[in-house]
């Protein structure tokens, strides 16, 4: 099984071997700014072709996508063993205060 990367090969980005080459020091963005390549999809040295480093891609991106679209607003972190998840019944899903109060 081998990506294949179809139109967006046209697109003027640095590919190598079949791969987008991304800025993996900083947030992934391609050789064009504002255009970002996460997963499978990406090359940089070192890069581990597993589920997890896609995760990890993922949440440095969306930092970066965030402050690109609202410049002027500040990016909080949530976690989300403190504010609660919100379950498949529609109830959110806290963890209890004893413990919020320890992480904080």
């Given at each position: 099984?081998?990506?294949?990367?179809?139109?967006?090969?046209?697109?003027?980005?640095?590919?190598?071997?079949n791969a987008i080459k991304v800025n993996n020091a900083l947030d992934y963005q391609t050789n064009i700014p504002g255009v970002y390549?996460?997963?499978?999809v990406n090359t940089y040295p070192g890069?581990?072709?597993?589920?997890l480093c896609g995760f990890h891609e993922a949440t440095l991106m969306?930092?970066?996508?965030?402050?690109?679209?609202?410049?002027?607003?500040?990016?909080?972190m949530k976690y989300t063993t403190v504010g609660g998840v919100e379950g498949f019944d529609g109830t959110?899903?806290?963890?209890?205060?004893?413990?919020?109060?320890?992480?904080?």
């Amino acid at each position: 099984m081998s990506p294949k990367l179809g139109p967006i090969g046209n697109w003027g980005l640095e590919i190598e071997k079949n791969a987008i080459k991304v800025n993996n020091a900083l947030d992934y963005q391609t050789n064009i700014p504002g255009v970002y390549a996460i997963g499978d999809v990406n090359t940089y040295p070192g890069k581990l072709k597993l589920i997890l480093c896609g995760f990890h891609e993922a949440t440095l991106m969306c930092q970066s996508a965030y402050k690109r679209i609202f410049p002027d607003k500040k990016y909080v972190m949530k976690y989300t063993t403190v504010g609660g998840v919100e379950g498949f019944d529609g109830t959110k899903k806290e963890a209890p205060k004893a413990v919020v109060k320890a992480i904080q």
